[in-house]
């Protein structure tokens, strides 16, 4: 059998070689989950051989990697913000990007300790509010979906990133069951065209839910709900952030004078895209 050290190098040698850019880190990845032990182990202890038990499921798992499933699903938990976060097939794998959402919403809260009211519409593992709600001790959240699979995972992260007792979940199609006054309303909704899934990369095509992708034909669909019931939710002076795709800011400028909404900020991301529009009502 081989050992920690020997299997890490023959996978990154067999990702490496299928072409995965993310190779060692994937292989480490991999083996620490598959090995249930911790980096410092693996760095101490190098030369103890795999279990069979151990071998199998390292096997199983680099199967699934060749098949191109993201490691975050196969090792079934991501980072986001610096907190952990559970994944299950109903949940978006949370994206760097997104916390350029919480952060534009942190900035623009005038007073963090205040017992402001979130919901988070399409909360997906609950990634967004579980961190609002990380760095807001007196704020209590919402988290909304329309897949109970997202919701029974969002619900374990928010009890897991001690932020429960202050957060509720709720099945709704946007805001149809969900009556306010919020003071933040965050939405990463789904943005994408219909038309454009299939061009998408195989591993967010194949292993993302179609709910989290699917934006309607023009991927504003989600976009003209929000705006439009904001107006009905928002608290007086409350706050909308939504996260855009990177080519959505003038549809999105359009849409909220349409809906009698005032743009505060536009943020960029890290590639500098624009990727969070935050408004109030004018
Ligand atoms: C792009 S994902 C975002 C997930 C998570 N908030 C994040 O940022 O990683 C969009 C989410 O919206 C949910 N969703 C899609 N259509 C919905 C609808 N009509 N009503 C409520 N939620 C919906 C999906 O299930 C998915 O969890």
């Known amino acids: ?4 050290s020997e299997a890490l190098t023959a996978l990154r040698r067999t990702l490496s070689e299928a072409g995965f850019e993310t190779a060692a880190l994937d292989a480490r990845l991999l083996l620490l989950t598959a090995l249930g032990i911790s980096a410092t182990e693996l760095i101490t202890r190098p030369d103890i051989p795999l279990s069979p038990d151990q071998a199998e499921i390292l096997a199983a798992f680099t199967r699934r ?27 978006l794998v949370p994206r760097p990007d997104t916390e350029t959402l919480v952060e534009t919403a942190l900035d623009l809260i005038p007073n963090r300790q205040a017992p402001l009211s979130i919901v988070d519409f399409g909360t997906g593992s609950g990634c967004i509010l ?17 897949s109970f699979g997202a919701l029974v995972t969002a619900r374990a992260n928010a009890i897991d990133n001690r932020v429960g007792s202050r957060s509720h979940f709720a099945l709704s199609r946007w805001a149809d069951a969900v009556s ?36 309607g034909p023009d991927g504003l669909e989600p976009y003209r709900i929000l705006l439009r019931e904001a107006g009905r939710l ?16 003038e549809n999105l400028v359009s849409l909220a004078r349409t809906y009698g909404l005032e743009i505060l900020r536009i943020a960029h991301d890290l590639s500098g895209n624009p990727r969070c529009i935050t408004m109030k009502r004018s």
């Open 180 to 215: 306010g006054p919020f003071d933040l309303i965050v939405s990463n909704p789904p943005y994408i065209a219909s038309g454009v899934i299939p061009t998408l990369d195989e591993e967010v095509r194949e292993h993302d839910p179609r709910l989290a992708l699917n934006g």
């Open 65 to 91: 990697r060749l098949n191109h499933e993201p490691v975050a699903r196969i090792v079934g938990t991501r980072e986001f913000w610096g907190l952990p976060f559970r994944l299950s097939p109903e949940t």
């Open 1 to 4: 059998m081989k050992t920690r």
């Open 130 to 146: 579980v961190a609002l709600l990380h760095e807001l001790p007196n704020a209590t959240g919402l988290g909304i979906d329309l």
């Open 234 to 249: 928002l608290a007086p002076g409350g706050l909308l952030a939504v996260e855009i795709g990177y080519n959505q800011s």
